[in-house]
Every structure is written in structure tokens, then in C-alpha cells.
């Protein structure tokens, strides 16, 4: 099995900054995309970031210029760096890696526990 495991989340003051990471393991025979969701209260769960095996990037708007997603692929690890919170910010973070098992032939979607973020005013 492959799981997901995030550490970092937290309260932190509007304006700070927290850093999400997320390790992978099992029985892992390649990552290629990883990335990190988030879901507040009432709404839907959306992509917040996302990473692909060779360092591409993307953002969703409300994040760009903020956040800072990275990898390590030796370490099977993904970072959310997130700077300038604001109260929107508050939600649960869950990490995401689209992994291959080993003797596997398919990708497969996994998903970490979740942790909190709170932004307070």
C-alpha cells in the first residue's frame, strides 16, 4: 500500500507563514504528479498546487505569488511553502500523489489524512 503523510499545519496570525510537507511511502515504484488540495468549511474541495515529476508547476489565482510548492523525488517528498496568509486561507490541506506501485502497471490516486490550517485575523 502507499500512504501520505502530512505534517506542518498549524494557527498562524494573518500575514505569517506556515510550511506544509508531505511524505510518501509503501510500495512505491514511481511518483509523478504530487500536489496539495484544501477544503474550508461549506465548500468544495479545490486544487490549491500541483507538481509534476520534472518541476512543473501550477497555481490556482487566489494563491500565486504566495504559495511555493517543491519536491524532493528522492525523498518522495512534496513542500507547500505558504507565505502572506490570509483568514481564506484556513482549511484543511491534503496532499496528493499520483504514485505506481511496484509490479503495478496503472497509476493510482493517493490522498493524505488532512492537515488544519487556520488563518486568524
Known amino acids: 500500500q502507499v500512504q501520505l503523510v502530512e505534517s506542518g499545519g498549524g494557527l498562524v496570525q494573518a500575514g505569517g507563514s506556515l510550511r506544509l510537507s508531505c511524505a510518501a511511502s509503501g510500495n512505491i515504484n514511481r511518483i509523478s504528479d504530487m500536489g496539495w488540495h484544501r477544503q474550508a468549511p461549506g465548500k468544495q474541495r479545490e486544487s490549491v498546487a500541483a507538481i509534476t515529476r520534472g518541476s512543473t508547476k501550477t497555481y490556482v489565482d487566489s494563491v500565486k505569488g504566495r504559495f511555493t510548492i517543491s519536491r524532493d523525488n528522492a525523498k518522495n517528498t512534496v513542500y507547500l511553502q505558504m507565505n502572506s496568509l490570509k483568514p481564506e486561507d484556513t482549511a484543511v490541506y491534503y496532499c496528493?500523489?499520483?504514485?505506481?506501485?511496484?509490479?503495478?502497471?496503472?497509476?493510482?490516486?493517493?490522498w493524505g489524512q488532512g492537515t488544519q490550517v487556520t488563518v486568524s485575523s
Open positions: 496528493h500523489a499520483r504514485a505506481r506501485k511496484v509490479w503495478a502497471t496503472n497509476e493510482d490516486d493517493y
